[in-house]
Structure formats: C-alpha cells, structure tokens
Nanobody, 126 residues
Framework: QVYLVESGGGLVQAGASLKLSCTAS????????MAWFRQAPGKAREFVAG????????MYEESVKGRFTISRDNAERRVYLQMNTVKPEDTAVYYC???????????????????WGQGTQVTVSS
C-alpha cells in the first residue's frame, strides 16, 4: 500500500508560479509511475502530467505543456509539479496519483492509477 500526501497549494495571481509536492510512504515508490490530476468545480478529474518510475518518461496534458514540469526525487520519495505562468483556468483541486508499474497502462485514465492522495487546492485569481 502506498500513501500519498500533497502539499503546496494555495491562492496565487495569474502569471505567478507555484510548486506542488507529493510525499509517498509505503510500497515501492521507485518503480511506480506517478502523475498529477486535477478537478475543477463541476468538471471531471483530468490528467495533468505524468512521470515514469525511473523519471525518464514524461507526459503532459496539452494545455500545460511548456508551463508545468513534473519531477521526482526517489531518494526523498517525492514527486513535484512546478507550475509556472498559471492561469485562472488552472484553478482546481490537484491530486497526486501512483501506478503499480513503472509505466501506466495509459497516462490519461484515472483507472491506470491505484493510489491517490487527498488533493490540494490551487486557486488562481485574475
């Protein structure tokens, strides 16, 4: 069992930067693909960014490419989401997710991830 705890959310102005962290405990973190999803009010939870177990493979949702960067520190058992040039449409609860393999069956589907954190709120004001 892997337990995930997110931190780093908050209220920021458009154009600012924010860095989210996800700390994992238990399980085999180093061999697990990790991802960030987000859910805005009234909308479905959507994939934001993903990273393979080794850190060598990444995937991003189109609207965050060039603005967000996912990274991981396997020694610290943490995964990060660096968010730059944030926009009001980035407002959502951000969730950390972990798969049971170095690469998920598919990056974009919630069903590919077994472990979830409780989420951290990110609010971007215009």
């Amino acid at each position: 069992q892997v337990y995930l705890v997110e931190s780093g959310g908050g209220l920021v102005q458009a154009g600012a930067s924010l860095k989210l962290s996800c700390t994992a405990s238990g399980g085999s973190f180093n061999t697990s693909a990790m991802a960030w999803f987000r859910q805005a009010p009234g909308k479905a939870r959507e994939f934001v960014a993903g990273l393979s177990g080794s850190g060598g493979g990444t995937m991003y949702e189109e609207s965050v490419k060039g603005r967000f960067t996912i990274s991981r520190d396997n020694a610290e058992r943490r995964v990060y989401l660096q968010m730059n040039t944030v926009k009001p449409e980035d407002t959502a609860v951000y969730y950390c997710a972990g798969a049971n393999s170095p690469y998920p069956e598919t990056w974009f589907s919630r069903r590919a991830y077994t472990y979830w954190g409780q989420g951290t709120q990110v609010t971007v004001s215009s």
